[in-house]
C-alpha cells in the first residue's frame, strides 16, 4: 500500500509559479509517480511523471516547457515546479503512484494510488 500526501496548491496569478510536493509513505514500492489535474465536469488528465529508477520524465504537450518533475533528495517522493501558469492551468491536482514502469505521458488507469488533491487557482 502506497499512501500520498500533496501539498503545496493555492492562488496565483498568470505568469507566476508554484511548486507541488507529493510525499510517500515510508518503504513504499513505487516506480513511477504521475501528476494529474482535473477541472468540474471533465475527466482527469496526466500532466507529467517521473520514473523513480532512472528519473525519465514525461509531460503532456500543454504543459511541456512550463512544467517540471523530479524526485525529492530520497526519491521518496516528487515535486512540479509549475511556471508561466495560465488561466486554464487551474485545476485540481492529484499525485499518483504505480509500480509500473512509466513510458510516456501518465494515464488513469495506469496509477492504483491517489493523494487527496490540491487546487490551483490561476487568476488573469
Known amino acids: 500500500q502506497v499512501q500520498l500526501v500533496e501539498s503545496g496548491g493555492g492562488s496565483v496569478q498568470a505568469g507566476g509559479s508554484l511548486r507541488l510536493s507529493c510525499a510517500a509513505s515510508?518503504?513504499?514500492?513505487?516506480?513511477?509517480m504521475g501528476w494529474f489535474r482535473q477541472t468540474p465536469g471533465k475527466e482527469r488528465e496526466g500532466v507529467a511523471a517521473?520514473?523513480?529508477?532512472?528519473?525519465?520524465?514525461y509531460y503532456a504537450d500543454s504543459v511541456k516547457g512550463r512544467f517540471t518533475v523530479s524526485l525529492d533528495n530520497a526519491a521518496s517522493g516528487s515535486f512540479l515546479q509549475m511556471s508561466s501558469l495560465k488561466v486554464e492551468d487551474t485545476a485540481m491536482y492529484y499525485c499518483?503512484?504505480?509500480?509500473?514502469?512509466?513510458?510516456?505521458?501518465?494515464?488513469?488507469?495506469?496509477?492504483?494510488?491517489w493523494g487527496q488533491g490540491t487546487q490551483v487557482t490561476v487568476s488573469s
Open positions: 517521473i520514473n523513480r529508477a532512472d528519473g525519465r520524465t
Open positions: 499518483a503512484a504505480t509500480r509500473a514502469v512509466g513510458s510516456g505521458v501518465p494515464e488513469v488507469q495506469q496509477y492504483n494510488y
Open positions: 515510508a518503504y513504499s514500492i513505487w516506480r513511477t
